[in-house]
C-alpha cells in the first residue's frame, strides 16, 4: 500500500428505489458490455434481481454469482467468469460486497458496491476483510468506484443486520484508543484526521441512537451515511486501523471458535464493552449505548456459550499479531479473561 494514496468512492447514491437507476449509473460511469453481479442466496431475490433487471435495460449482458462466505476460494470462483467483463456489482451484506470487492480489485476491474444492508463499513472501504486458517485478513482492495445503496431495500432488512451496523461504528471508540497505543508504544503510523472521523462517527451515531428504528427509511439513510463515513476514515488510514482493533479480533476469533457466530457488528459491539474496561474508559457508556440501539450486550444475547466468550479472549490477540492492541503480545490468561467478561456483565 503506498501511503501517499487516498481511494475514495467516486459516486455514492443513496435513497429510496435507487436500486432501479443501477444500470443508468452503469452507463454514466462509462461501463458498457457485460456485467457481473454477485449476491448471497437470500440478496439474489431481495435486490439482485432488481439490479439485474436494471443493467439489462441498459443493454448490459448480465452474468450473476452466488457466494455463501467470504474466503479466497469465493473469490477465486467469482474471478474465474469475469473474463470479458466490463464492471462487477457485489449485491448484499459484508461478506457478498467484501468477496465482489476482492475479485474485482485483482483482475483490474471496477467494483460497485450495493448494499442490502446497513451491517457493516465495509460499504465503502478499500479493504476486504477475507476468512483463512489464521482468522480474517484484511486485504488491500480498490475502493468501490460507485455506491447504489437502496434505502428502501435497507430499511426491510431485519432490524438485527441494523443494529448491528451500529454496533459496528460504535466499536471505532476502542478501535481508535489501541491504535493511539500502537503509536505511543511503537510509534506506528497514525493519521489525526481518520481518528477524528472513524470517533466522530461513533459519537454521532450513539448521539441518534434514539433515531435508530425498525423499518424507517430515514434511520436506515442515517447508518448508510454513518457506515460510508467510518469507511472512508479507513481510505485515509490506508488500513482498518480506525475501525478495527482488540474488540474486532474478539469477534474474529469467535467466528473461528463458537459452532454459531452472531453476526460481526454484534460481536465487535460486545467485544467493544470489554476491551473499553482493559483500557480503563467508561464501559458502561458503550453498553448502555449499544442497548438503546438494541444490540447484544451479553453472551446469552449474542446466543454464544460463555466458554466461547473466554476463549476466544484469550485467543484475540494472536490473530494479526501486527497489529498492536491493549491485548498485548501475551493476551489475557484464562483467568482474567473470565473476569473480564464477569466484570463487565457480558457473562
Ligand atoms: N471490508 C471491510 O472494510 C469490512 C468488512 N466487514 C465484513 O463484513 C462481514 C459482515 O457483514 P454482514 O452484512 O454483517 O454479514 P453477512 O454478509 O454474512 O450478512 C448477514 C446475513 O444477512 C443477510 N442479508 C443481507 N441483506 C439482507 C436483507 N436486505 N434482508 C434479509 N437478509 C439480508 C445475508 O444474506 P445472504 O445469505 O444472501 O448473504 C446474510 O445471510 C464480515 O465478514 C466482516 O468481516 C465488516 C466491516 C468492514
Ligand atoms: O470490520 C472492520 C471494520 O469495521 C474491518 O475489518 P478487519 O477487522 O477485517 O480489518
Ligand atoms: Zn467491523
Redesign the pocket.
Known amino acids: 500500500m503506498d501511503p501517499r494514496k487516498i481511494q475514495l468512492p467516486r459516486e455514492i447514491y443513496t435513497g429510496p428505489g435507487v436500486i432501479e437507476d443501477t444500470g443508468r449509473i452503469c452507463r454514466d460511469l462509462r461501463f458498457e458490455g457485460r456485467a457481473m453481479v454477485v449476491?448471497?442466496?437470500?440478496?439474489?431475490q431481495?435486490?439482485g434481481e432488481a439490479a439485474i433487471e436494471s443493467l439489462q435495460a441498459e443493454g448490459f449482458e448480465v452474468d450473476q454469482v452466488t457466494v455463501?462466505d467470504?474466503t479466497m476460494a469465493s473469490v477465486r470462483n467469482v474471478q474465474d467468469g469475469l473474463d470479458g467483463v466490463s464492471v462487477v456489482l457485489g449485491v448484499?451484506?459484508?461478506?457478498?460486497i467484501?468477496v465482489a470487492k476482492m475479485s474485482a480489485t485483482l483482475e483490474g476491474l471496477h467494483f460497485i458496491s450495493v448494499p442490502?444492508?446497513a451491517?457493516?463499513?465495509?460499504i465503502a472501504?478499500p479493504?476486504?476483510?477475507i476468512r483463512n486458517g489464521e482468522g480474517?485478513a484484511s486485504l488491500e482492495a480498490s475502493s468501490p468506484i460507485g455506491v447504489i445503496a437502496d434505502t428502501e431495500?435497507?430499511s426491510?432488512?431485519?432490524f438485527r443486520?441494523l443494529a448491528?451496523g451500529c454496533a459496528?461504528i460504535i466499536s471505532n471508540y476502542t478501535a481508535i484508543m489501541d491504535w493511539k497505543l500502537a503509536h505511543r508504544l511503537l510509534n506506528e503510523r497514525y493519521s489525526e484526521s481518520a481518528a477524528a472521523l472513524s470517533l466522530m462517527t461513533a459519537k454521532m451515531i450513539i448521539k441518534s441512537a434514539d433515531a435508530i428504528k425498525e423499518g424507517l427509511e430515514e434511520s436506515a439513510r442515517l447508518a448508510v451515511k454513518s457506515l460510508i463515513s467510518s469507511?472512508i476514515a479507513?481510505s485515509i488510514a490506508g488500513s482498518?486501523r480506525p475501525?478495527s482493533g482488540s474488540e474486532h479480533k474478539f469477534s474474529h476469533a469467535l467466528d473461528m471458535i463458537a459452532p454459531k457466530p452472531a453476526?460481526?457488528?454484534e460481536q465487535c459491539g460486545v467485544g467493544t464493552i470489554m476491551m473499553m474496561h482493559l483500557h480503563g474508559g467508561d464501559w458502561q457508556f458503550i453498553r448502555d449505548a449499544l442497548a438503546r440501539i438494541n444490540a447484544p450486550t451479553t453472551a446469552a444475547e449474542l446466543g454464544i456459550d460463555p466458554e466461547y466468550i473466554i476463549e476466544a479472549l484469550t485467543m484475540a490477540h494472536t490473530i494479526r499479531k501486527e497489529r498492536y492492541t491493549i491485548l498485548g503480545d501475551r493476551g489475557l490468561t484464562r483467568e482474567a479473561a473470565e473476569r473480564l467478561a464477569k466484570i463487565t456483565e457480558v457473562i
Open positions: 449476491t448471497g442466496p437470500r440478496t439474489l431481495i435486490a455463501d467470504a448484499g451484506g459484508g461478506k457478498v467484501d442490502t444492508a451491517s457493516h463499513d465495509g472501504s479493504r476486504a476483510s480474517t431495500i435497507i426491510r432488512a431485519p443486520l448491528s459496528d469507511g479507513i482498518s475501525a453476526l460481526h457488528g
